[in-house]
């Protein structure tokens, strides 16, 4: 007869349990709230409500900005953390701090204090004014604020995966005559890659949502700068509840499809580049 173990620890189906009813209880039910109030559209209603031309305008500026920002932070986020791992010097503690300061700021703090900056009149906007670059106010404006919110994503998710990774690995690739590019491209980067998608998945997904510094730098001008959270807020202040939902379904769906796109990419990166 086999010798029962006792655990400190709850048990596997305990555990389960009350981890199924949290994530019931905090996104299943209601998400499925969110799909049950779409139901009252008709198609045709619904079809209306998801494909009006200023909707489909404000679903382009939110994936194509989202994308660019989390795109823009994959390089500039890899670069900060391997100057943040490899190297040493003067004031690297604050420097280590700054980057998690979108975490912390609340994001209209972050929009008024980005607006300020770039504003025709303000510190940097004043600069660029002459060159005839506008950023606040405009579709450029709304990628800053997304590339601001996203960078901490990706250097916070880089930066563990670095500091842990045997720099012996690439004295040996320098031994064999590889140059610096060369150790980097294929021995470094192969590392860092399932990192680097989990940083990029995680910084668009973010951008997807976020709100309150987009509102302040964007103008919200229909057609052009108005992102799609803050189109559902419009119809839920004009108690058009099932046309916001019918917008947030179709965000939520495309969502969790180009999610699991990139969750599938890095588990594949992931498998391929395992070591044997």
Not at 59 to 87: C, E, H, I, K
Not at 108 to 113: E, K, Q, W
Not at 238 to 248: L, N, Q, R, V
Request: charged share 10%; hydrophobic share 55%; aromatic share 14%.
């Amino acid at each position: 007869m086999a010798k029962k173990t006792t655990s400190v620890l709850p048990g596997f189906r305990l555990t389960l349990g009350y981890t199924v009813l949290y994530l019931s209880l905090i996104v299943l039910i209601p998400l499925a709230c969110t799909f049950w109030k779409t139901s009252e559209l008709t198609w045709g209603q619904f079809w209306h409500a998801v494909a009006a031309p200023r909707v489909l305008a404000s679903y382009r500026l939110s994936f194509g900005a989202s994308f660019l920002a989390a795109l823009t932070n994959l390089f500039f986020g890899l670069l900060v953390a391997w100057v943040l791992v490899r190297y040493q010097f003067w004031g690297k503690r604050f420097v280590d701090a700054l980057v998690d300061l979108p975490f912390a700021l609340p994001t209209a703090v972050a929009g008024i204090a980005l607006t300020a900056v770039y504003a025709p009149h303000g510190w940097i906007g004043q600069w660029l004014e002459p060159l005839g670059i506008q950023v606040a106010f405009t579709r450029l404006g709304v990628f800053v604020a997304l590339t601001f919110i996203g960078l901490p994503f990706i250097v916070r998710t880089v930066q563990p995966v670095l500091e842990d990774f045997d720099l012996e690995i690439e004295e040996s690739a320098a031994s064999l005559g590889a140059n610096r590019w060369q150790s980097f491209w294929r021995v470094t980067l192969p590392m860092l890659r399932p990192a680097l998608l989990t940083g990029f998945t995680l910084a668009f997904a973010r951008a997807l949502g976020e709100y309150g510094s987009v509102v302040f730098i964007s103008g919200n001008m229909p057609m052009k700068t108005e992102i799609t959270p803050l189109l559902i807020i419009t119809k839920l202040e004009e108690f058009d509840y099932p046309g916001a939902t019918a917008i947030a379904v179709v965000m939520l769906v495309t969502s969790f499809v180009l999610l699991l796109a990139i969750n599938f990419l890095q588990w594949w990166s992931h498998r391929h580049h395992a070591p044997a």
